[in-house]
Every structure is written in structure tokens, then in C-alpha cells.
């Protein structure tokens, strides 16, 4: 099957994407903040730059979109078109996620990943009201080294 747009398009396309900031990252910041959480940003000293850092209860947090990080839930679908690229690709990408989050245990840092499937569809804000209650009594009281929120599959 063919890209339904020309190599030019499909490129300024996919520029656009961002590694950061992006919605579900900053929906979660802003709600935690309204918490009162305090937290630094994209830390480049630890393992894969956490999106958010929480030194004093020794926790990060990513937020993974669920296409780039293959998950295993409805929004994750390979593309047709050059299928081998994007399965090498995310299986990267899967690889460094995991020699990333075992960097962070040795460390002694509890590591939070939420997905996007958490954050998205119809009751996305009564699911991000959940989410954030969870990540704050994770961030208060959690004794996991690692959580992970997904949406429903």
C-alpha cells in the first residue's frame, strides 16, 4: 500500500511531532501542579530525561504516547507502509524504554509511565481527575518502583 501524500508532505508531517510538552504530558503537569506538586522538567542528568522529576519523593514520570512506544492497546496500530521501518522502530524504541527504566531502579528512582490510552476518549477529563489521584497517592504513599496507568483495552 502507498502513502496516500507525496515524501515532502509525509516529512513536514511527521517534523511536527513533538518529544515534548506534548498534550497528555502537559494536561498531567498542569494537574499536578494544581495539587500543589512541584516538579523540574526534561532533567537531562537522568536516564531517558524523565518528563517530569520529583526530587523530594525521589519519583519520575513519563508520559508515552502510545503509537511510538508500542503499546499494546487500540491507539497502537503498525502502519502499512514501510512496515519494517516502523516495526524496528518501535522495537527500538520499546528496548531503550526498558534499559532506560532499569537505569532508573539502580538509581533508587520510583518510575511512573503513563500511557496515552489513560488520557484519552469521551471521558478523558473524569479519567485524568482518576489518573492524577492515582499519581498523587503513588507519588505519597507508593512503595512500587515502577507503575504504569493505562486506559481501559
Known amino acids: 500500500m502507498s ?11 511527521m517534523s511536527g511531532i513533538r518529544a515534548k510538552n506534548t498534550q497528555p504530558e502537559v494536561l498531567v503537569r498542569k494537574a499536578l501542579h494544581r495539587r500543589g506538586f512541584r516538579y523540574r522538567l526534561h532533567v537531562k542528568d537522568l536516564p531517558g530525561h524523565p ?5 523530594k ?3 519520575v514520570i513519563f508520559t508515552h504516547g502510545c503509537f ?6 487500540p491507539l497502537f496500530k503498525v502502519p502499512q507502509t514501510r512496515r519494517d521501518f ?3 522502530k518501535i522495537e527500538g524504541n520499546r528496548q531503550r524504554d526498558k ?3 532499569d537505569a532508573l531502579n539502580q ?10 490510552c489513560a488520557l484519552r476518549g ?23 518502583f515502577r507503575l504504569e496507568i493505562e486506559g481501559s483495552r
Not at 501524500?5 to 508531517?13: F, I
Request: glycine share 6%; aromatic share 12%.
Open 3 to 13: 502513502d496516500v501524500v507525496d515524501v515532502a508532505t509525509r516529512s513536514r508531517m
Open 51 to 55: 518528563d517530569m522529576v520529583f526530587p
Open 57 to 59: 519523593y525521589r519519583a
Open 68 to 73: 511510538w512506544h508500542g503499546h499494546t492497546c
Open 86 to 88: 516502523w516495526v524496528e
Open 99 to 101: 534499559r532506560v527504566l
Open 107 to 116: 538509581m533508587g528512582w520510583r518510575v511512573l509511565v503513563i500511557w496515552e
Open 122 to 144: 469521551k471521558a478523558a477529563r473524569n479519567r485524568l481527575d482518576e489518573t492524577v489521584g492515582d499519581i498523587a497517592e503513588w507519588l505519597y504513599h507508593g512503595q512500587e
